[in-house]
């Protein structure tokens, strides 16, 4: 009988589904940056144009946007130190499913912390 092929490491588990999630979320950053750095580079151009667009950011569409933001900002960044230990630490691609877990877990305490505070300003 055939065996099936050994594939990688990751293949449909949950290092898989780090690296894509870590390169979705990578993918909504940069183009946030890049729409950031468009608007604000806006104001040399025409301060009217400027407060016109930051003034369309200033809706409960765009706050709750921002939370998606700041979710991908921290999964991203600590997926991110997981990734250096799993590269540079000896044990790091032992301990790599459990990094993922702490990683999940402390975001979501800080996303938890910082929820209530933004939701206060956007709808406040």
Known sequence: MPTKPAGTLYRGKIGMWSWVLHRITGVAIFF?????TLDTALVRV????YNAVINTYK???IGLAELGLVAAILFHG???IRVILIDF???GAKYQNVMFWIVIAIALVIFAIFTPRH???VFG
């Open 32 to 36: 946030f940056l890049l729409v950031h």
């Open 46 to 49: 025409s301060p009217e144009a």
């Open 59 to 61: 809706t409960p569409i």
């Open 78 to 80: 600590l997926n991110g």
């Open 89 to 91: 630490w000896r044990k």
């Open 119 to 121: 939701l206060s300003h």
